[in-house]
């Protein structure tokens, strides 16, 4: 059993849901935000409490991280993609890419660090993209993904010295609902192109995750661990 509270935003699917678990099975207390818990697969568990929220709702952030109380991990792990050119990208879905994708991770920081800095402590990992470093059709995805690495290093500039490590994986397409906006023939192209032939699993995302959150030495602060299996090499 472990002591430190663990919140995951977008732990109800994919990465998030595998790391939930992860987290669960290790006998972390789990607080998990989202919007939607049907078909939750911890509902059931003790150490989980799911929290339906919006992360839409910016400005509602404090009140919502008031209630959850202090954490210890913080998982920045919603994202959304729209897959839209970036010539008929309705202005409705700029705001809420950034809103979920930008300002409310830093939010949530923003929030959680108050009370780690309190303690002396903390660590916080961001779920970036490899889009955040190469680009994306996805004008607007991309560039959410890029603060997102921005955000990681800048945070680690400031909240360092205080004895906050917080890091960042930036990966390659993943074997989850994401992967459904991407083209087809996009996906081929990335199959041929790395090493082993397939897509990286979610809980291959999440192991890396849960070590930068708990076991990665204290000298690994600011940084953005690439998992893409070879397919962008810059």
Not at 33 to 59: H, K
């Amino acid at each position: 059993m472990h002591n430190e509270t663990v919140l995951i935003t977008g732990g109800n699917k994919g990465i998030g849901l595998a790391l939930a678990e992860k987290f669960q099975r290790a006998g972390y207390p789990v607080k998990v935000v989202a919007r939607d818990f049907r078909n939750f697969s911890l509902r059931d568990c003790d150490n989980v409490q799911a929290i339906p929220y919006d992360l839409r709702d910016v400005e509602g952030i404090p009140q919502l991280m008031a209630e959850i109380g202090p954490v210890d991990i913080l998982i920045n792990n919603a994202g959304i993609m729209h897959a839209l050119p970036f010539d008929n990208y309705p202005w409705q879905k700029m705001d809420e890419i950034l809103r979920i994708n930008i300002q409310s991770p830093v939010a949530l920081i923003r929030e959680a660090s108050a009370a780690m800095i309190a303690r002396g402590g903390g660590r916080i990992v961001n779920n970036a993209s490899i889009a955040g470093e190469i680009g994306h059709p996805d004008v607007w995805y991309g560039i959410t993904k890029a603060g997102l690495i921005n955000m990681t290093k800048s945070f680690a500039k400031i909240l360092g010295p205080k004895g906050i490590v917080i890091n960042a994986v930036a990966a390659g397409p993943v074997e989850t609902d994401m992967l459904a906006v991407i083209p087809e023939q996009r996906k081929k192209d990335i199959r041929k192109a790395v090493y082993t032939g397939r897509f990286a699993l979610a809980t291959e995302v999440a192991d890396a995750m849960y070590w930068l959150a708990t076991d990665c030495p204290e000298y690994i602060n600011g940084t953005c661990l690439d998992i893409n299996n070879g397919a962008f090499p810059r």
